[in-house]
């Protein structure tokens, strides 16, 4: 069974610093996509970057960027330039041929003026 | 952009009752989802439904729960005999193909008493 691993539970950083949150996965198909996604207190799930995993180069949208190491099976998430509206809980997940997401446990991102 | 409708937003029902949870997926998709998220845990996959039918289901999603897309634009899930345990956010999504993001909606609340 794929599983995915957040290890951090919690992080904190100043606004308009730059955060890396890691992201571990376990597959044995070499073609799949990884996700990271959003949920603020409201609960809702925002979708922040995508990655296929046949791509080498990494998927960048605005101030987020992801690290994809896929011989390490590693999907880290970097956020530059935090903003106190980018406080909420992320998501790693990945979805392989069949289309189930598997998240992981989340990890709380607490960004402070 | 498209947007996956549920409704309602929080439902609070007695513990042995039956509910039914709405969703509206995006009108031209084909694949729809429930996941379900326990307060403070991941989002967990319950089923996921293609041309009809039950394509994948989880272990969570056992004889008490229920799927149907009655009439071309809702998708239920349907709790028989609801559980204390059966308390969670409930999120619909949908995809219009294989691969592509999934679309959350912004969850129904279930409270179980």
């Known amino acids: 069974a794929q599983t995915v691993t957040q290890s951090q539970p919690e992080m904190s950083v100043q606004e308009a610093e730059t955060v890396t949150l890691s992201c571990t996965y376990d597959?044995?198909?070499?073609?799949?996509?990884l996700f990271w996604y959003k949920q603020p207190p409201s609960r809702q799930m925002i979708l922040v970057i995508r990655?296929?995993?046949?791509?080498?180069q990494n998927a960048t949208e605005n101030r987020f960027s992801v690290n994809f190491q896929k011989a390490a099976k590693s999907f880290s998430l970097k956020i530059s330039d935090s903003q106190l509206g980018d406080t909420a809980m992320y998501f790693c997940?990945?979805?392989?041929?069949?289309?189930?997401?598997?998240f992981g446990a989340g990890t709380i991102l607490r960004v402070k003026s | 952009e498209p947007e996956v409708t549920q409704t309602p937003s929080h439902q609070v029902t007695q513990m042995g009752q039956e509910v039914i949870l709405r969703c509206v997926p995006i009108?031209?998709?084909?694949?729809f989802y429930w996941y379900r998220q326990i307060l403070g845990q991941k989002v967990e996959f319950l089923v996921s439904?293609?041309?009809?039918?039950?394509?994948?289901k989880s272990e969570i999603f056992d004889d008490q729960f229920s799927v149907e897309r009655p009439d071309g634009s809702n998708f239920t899930l349907k709790i028989r005999s609801t559980k204390l345990e059966d308390s969670a956010m409930y999120f619909c999504?949908?995809?219009?193909?294989?691969?592509?993001?999934?679309?959350f909606g912004s969850g129904t609340q279930l409270s179980v008493l």
């Open positions: 999504a949908s995809t219009g193909r294989i691969y592509e993001k999934l679309f």
């Open positions: 597959t044995s198909e070499s073609n799949y996509y």
């Open positions: 990655q296929e995993a046949y791509k080498q």
């Open positions: 997940a990945f979805r392989e041929y069949g289309n189930k997401l598997v």
């Open positions: 009108s031209n998709h084909l694949y």
């Open positions: 439904f293609y041309n009809n039918e039950i394509s994948e």
